[in-house]
């Protein structure tokens, strides 16, 4: 292996680990803003959408739910 593959590689690699490590320390920050609501709704469209028989868009229509603390 060259010095110049060795380097880009290395860098590439430290520089991964770096932007790892700084997403996982944002990460509480960005977590406590999703409300329980929030990911209920997020849940509850992925099942809509892999329970969907076909994959015409009319069929699989979108729904949203609400809770009743949002009327």
């Known amino acids: 292996m060259t010095k110049e593959i060795a380097k880009k590689l290395f860098s590439i690699l430290f ?3 770096f ?21 209920n709704a997020v849940i509850m469209q992925l099942e809509i959408e892999n329970n969907a028989k076909s994959n015409d868009a009319k069929e699989s229509a ?3 739910y609400f809770t009743i603390n949002t009327f």
Do not use: N, R, T, Y
């Not at 997403?23 to 990911?39: M, N, R, T």
């Open 19 to 39: 932007l790892l490590k700084m997403v996982i320390s944002v990460a509480p920050l960005i977590i406590s803003h999703f409300d329980k609501q929030a990911v």
């Open 62 to 64: 979108v729904k949203e």
């Open 15 to 17: 520089l991964s680990i």
